[in-house]
Every structure is written in C-alpha cells, then in structure tokens.
C-alpha cells in the first residue's frame, strides 16, 4: 500500500473526513503463517490510546480501521471495552475483511462503515489454548 509516510497521510485524511481520530489493526493473512487478533495486541491498541488521551484529551470519536481474517475469540470484548473508555463514539472501518474475531469487534461498535467488497463473517467460537509440555 506504499510507504509509511502515505499511510499516515491517509489516516490523517480519514481523520479530517470522518471528525475522528483512527487506529490501525492490520492483521496478515499471508501463509503459512497468517497473524490473528491476538492477545498480544491488547497492551499495543492500550498504549496507543493513552498517547492519544495525552495529546487530545477531548477526544469524542475513535474509528478503528480493521482487517482480519479472525483470531482468539476471548479478545474482541476487551479491545471494544477498552476504546469504548476512550471516547463516547466507537466506529470500525472495515476495508475488505472483518472474520470472525474481527466480526465481534464491529459489533460492539456505535457504527460499522463498510466499502464496496468488505466482508463480516460467522464467529468461530474456536478459542486459541495454549499447550505446555513438561
């Protein structure tokens, strides 16, 4: 999609548009070893809304821009309840994909705004478990 640079210009335009301030969470789906949402993602998402809290502390309205093949079921509630804290108006801006995991998170928003070939999906209620071996 270009370099970072270009990326940052077309939040900041999807900002100015949309009188909000938006997040990224970009999951691959690049094999053999496609991400999901993750655990892992949680403390990221968090830091990121606490350096915007910072810097604009008034803010109202958070867009979460999302695509996803899925992930941890376990998730979504605690990345929807967490941005909720952060502002009075949650939208998720689903580009293309939006599965399962993905899927959960758009429905705890105010407002899913969907292009032309984006896709939500059916939950798979699959949960991610850790296997140890001793």
């Known amino acids: 999609m270009g370099n970072r640079k270009e990326?940052?210009?077309?939040?900041l335009k999807?900002?100015?548009?949309?009188g909000s301030k938006?997040?990224?969470y970009?999951?691959?789906d690049r094999r053999p070893f496609p991400s999901q949402?993750?655990?892992?993602?949680?403390?990221?998402?968090y830091k990121h809304l606490l350096a915007l809290k910072e810097a604009e502390p008034k803010t109202e309205s958070i867009d979460l821009f999302l695509y996803t093949r899925g992930g941890d079921v376990s998730v979504p509630w605690r990345i929807?309840?967490?941005?909720?804290?952060?502002c009075s108006d949650f939208s998720i801006l689903i580009p293309y994909k939006a599965h399962s995991a993905g899927t959960m998170i758009a429905l705890g928003a105010d407002r899913i705004v969907?292009?032309?070939?984006a896709e939500?999906?059916?939950i798979d209620p699959t949960l991610v478990r850790a296997v140890f071996s001793y």
């Open 26 to 28: 970009f999951t691959g």
């Open 7 to 11: 990326r940052l210009e077309l939040i």
């Open 120 to 122: 939500l999906s059916p």
């Open 22 to 24: 938006v997040l990224v």
């Open 37 to 45: 949402v993750a655990e892992d993602a949680v403390l990221p998402l």
């Open 80 to 86: 929807v309840t967490m941005i909720r804290e952060f």
């Open 114 to 117: 969907m292009g032309k070939k």
């Open 14 to 18: 999807i900002q100015e548009h949309r």
